[in-house]
C-alpha cells in the first residue's frame, strides 16, 4: 500500500513539474530525460536474470528493454533535430 500510495504521489508530483517548464525548455529537458532511460535497460536486463519468476520476468523484461530502446533512440533523434536547428545554414 506503501509503494502504491509513492506511486501516485510521484505521478502528481511529475505532472505539477512538467507542467511549470517553460516551452523553450521542453525539448533539452525531454531530450536528457529520454537519454537516461539507458539505465531503465540496464535494469530490466537485471531484473530478468536474478528473478524468482523466469518466464513472467522475462516478459516483462522484454517490454521494458523495447520501450526503454524507444524511449533512447527518440531522445537522441529530438537531441539530434534541435542542435540540427542551431548549428546554421550551411553553404553550397
Not at 518466464?55 to 523484461?61: E, P, Q, R, S
Request: hydrophobic share 60%; with cysteine; aromatic share 8%.
Amino acid at each position: 500500500m506503501i509503494a502504491l500510495t509513492i506511486f501516485v504521489l510521484a505521478i502528481f508530483l511529475g505532472f505539477e513539474l512538467i507542467a511549470k517548464v517553460p516551452p523553450t525548455l521542453h525539448t533539452p529537458l525531454m531530450s536528457g530525460a529520454n537519454a537516461i532511460s539507458g539505465v531503465t535497460l540496464v535494469g530490466a536486463l537485471s531484473c530478468a536474470y536474478f528473478a524468482n519468476w523466469p518466464t513472467v520476468a522475462n516478459v516483462l523484461g522484454a517490454l521494458a528493454v523495447a520501450t526503454a530502446t524507444v524511449n533512447v533512440v527518440g531522445g537522441f533523434m529530438v537531441t539530434d533535430r534541435m542542435l540540427g536547428m542551431f548549428a546554421g545554414k550551411k553553404k553550397k
